[in-house]
T-cell receptor
Framework: DQQVKQNSPSLSVQEGRISILNCDYTNSMFDYFLWYKKYPAEGPTFLISISSIKDKNEDGRFTVFLNKSAKHLSLHIVPSQPGDSAVYFCAASGNSGGSNYKLTFGKGTLLTVNP | GAGVSQSPSNKVTEKGKDVELRCDPISGHTALYWYRQSLGQGLEFLIYFQGNSAPDKSGLPSDRFSAERTGGSVSTLTIQRTQQEDSAVYLC?????????????FGDGTRLSIL
């Protein structure tokens, strides 16, 4: 039972255009969502997060949108750069005892930004 | 160091041998997590430490897996009598632990190959 789903295994965009990565979840107890970026042979690097009390969070070129009613979130990267080429993981957690833990991850989307 | 440090970075061993993986979290982080990523899969939660205690061991796949943390810092994950299905990248993460909704920061992982 996959609680966090990234239905697109890969995405290819042109440099300068917008990249949109999607993520769906099934567990209504999730209240904190994160995006991680992963290069080969490295650990995931935290990119941006959003709490369920918000529907948008922006950090530079990265914006995460959360639609709670649809149990859907998306990561927008604009403008996309070749250095953004990596695997992007969506993750979620439910707040338990005041501390988040036990991130549940999707399987990732490989983003390729072509020069 | 500034980040989460894991050792060894690579480990190749024969089926049936025991292995020990080490994680040194970010200084001051009281929460520590182990995950593993099998080929083509997302990250799978294994165990969570708050200080030296492990309130959630639910992700450990069998009793061959154990973990400990001493001094509220370094953690070791031990796999006894390794099997080929244990081959994966084992990732450690840490977070401040006392504040809710804080991102987990990952090390680069140990790539474990069981022959």
């Amino acid at each position: 039972d996959q609680q966090v789903k990234q239905n697109s295994p890969s995405l290819s965009v042109q440099e300068g255009r917008i990249s949109i990565l999607n993520c769906d979840y099934t567990n209504s107890m999730f209240d904190y969502f994160l995006w991680y970026k992963k290069y080969p042979a490295e650990g995931p690097t935290f990119l941006i997060s959003i709490s369920s009390i918000k529907d948008k969070n922006e950090d530079g070129r990265f914006t995460v949108f959360l639609n709670k009613s649809a149990k859907h979130l998306s990561l927008h990267i604009v403008p996309s750069q070749p250095g953004d080429s990596a695997v992007y993981f969506c993750a979620a957690s439910g707040n338990s005892g005041g501390s988040n833990y036990k991130l549940t991850f999707g399987k990732g989307t490989l983003l390729t930004v072509n020069p | 160091g500034a980040g989460v440090s894991q050792s060894p970075s690579n480990k190749v061993t024969e089926k049936g041998k025991d292995v020990e993986l080490r994680c040194d979290p970010i200084s001051g982080h009281t929460a520590l997590y182990w995950y593993r990523q099998s080929l083509g899969q997302g990250l799978e939660f294994l165990i969570y430490f708050q200080g030296n205690s492990a309130p959630d061991k639910s992700g450990l796949p069998s009793d061959r897996f154990s973990a400990e943390r001493t001094g509220g810092s370094v953690s070791t994950l031990t796999i006894q009598r390794t099997q080929q299905e244990d081959s994966a990248v084992y990732l450690c993460a840490s977070s401040p632990g006392q504040v809710p909704n804080q991102p987990q920061h990952f090390g680069d992982g140990t790539r474990l190959s069981i022959l």
